[in-house]
């Protein structure tokens, strides 16, 4: 059977087999408070769970480093108010780069709990970039007929659906980018969810960065058009 993965406070502990952690409870080396994982688990549970808890695990004092550590009640869990985009914290994480042992419970479960939301909205950017190709293709098509059609045949319009064709394309383009990076940011943090490696969790902030950066970029462009357009028309105005 594989070692268990026992982390404290939201720090990794080390792996340690099933053994080790039941003479730990009896010894004070572990908490029934403490966490862990093994693969094939659907997710954390309090080593009380795992291995049951018993009066001398709850009155015996700490016998080890390891349960000097700052601690909390028997039933607290990882805190919720740790933040999944700061760097993350853990013993196990030795120099600069390194990238061995297991993401924080916590981490991980707020990741989690957005995967939902990210995948939402990259569907419907999927759905909006589909259905402003398919704008596209259309008022490309009727643009080129108008254009070539004869005056007084065919359809009419040919140019000003031409610049809906751009405009649609343009549009599309904008919703592309934010759908393929969002669509791989849920992805990431799904295999989060099963490697709890820190590589995974890098991959999956590096895609949510790349939309954030995408997204501001836009912004400022826009407002930079917005201001152009308000000063311009103001000028207009003055001089009229």
């Known amino acids: 059977m594989s070692a268990y993965q026992v982390t404290r406070e939201g720090q990794n502990l080390g792996s340690f087999e099933a053994e080790q952690i039941q003479e730990g409870l009896q010894n004070g080396q572990f908490l029934p408070s403490d966490w862990g994982w093994q693969a094939g688990m659907s997710g954390w549970k309090g080593l009380a769970e795992i291995f049951g808890s018993s009066p001398a695990t709850q009155t015996k004092a700490p016998l080890s480093s390891l349960s000097a550590l700052v601690r909390r009640s028997p039933a607290s869990k990882p805190t919720d108010s740790l ?41 419907l950017l999927w759905i909006s970039f589909s259905l402003l190709t398919l704008g596209c293709l259309v008022m490309g098509g009727a643009g080129l007929i108008g254009l070539m059609s004869k005056p007084g045949i065919g359809p009419v319009g040919g140019p000003e659906l031409i610049i809906l064709f751009v405009m649609y394309g343009i549009f599309g383009s904008l919703t592309y980018y934010p759908a393929r990076k969002l669509s791989k940011y849920a992805a990431n943090i799904a295999s989060l969810e099963k490697s709890q490696s820190f590589t995974d969790l890098t991959s999956a902030l590096t895609e949510q960065r790349r939309v954030w950066k995408f997204t501001a970029t836009i912004l400022i462009i826009y407002l930079a058009i917005v201001l152009v357009a308000t000063v311009g028309s103001a000028l207009v105005s003055f001089v009229r």
């Open 83 to 123: 933040n999944p985009y700061a760097a993350p914290s853990s013993t196990v994480l030795a120099a600069a780069g390194d990238t061995k042992g297991t993401v924080p419970f916590a981490v991980i479960e707020e990741l989690t709990n957005t995967r939902s939301w990210v995948r939402t909205i990259a569907v």
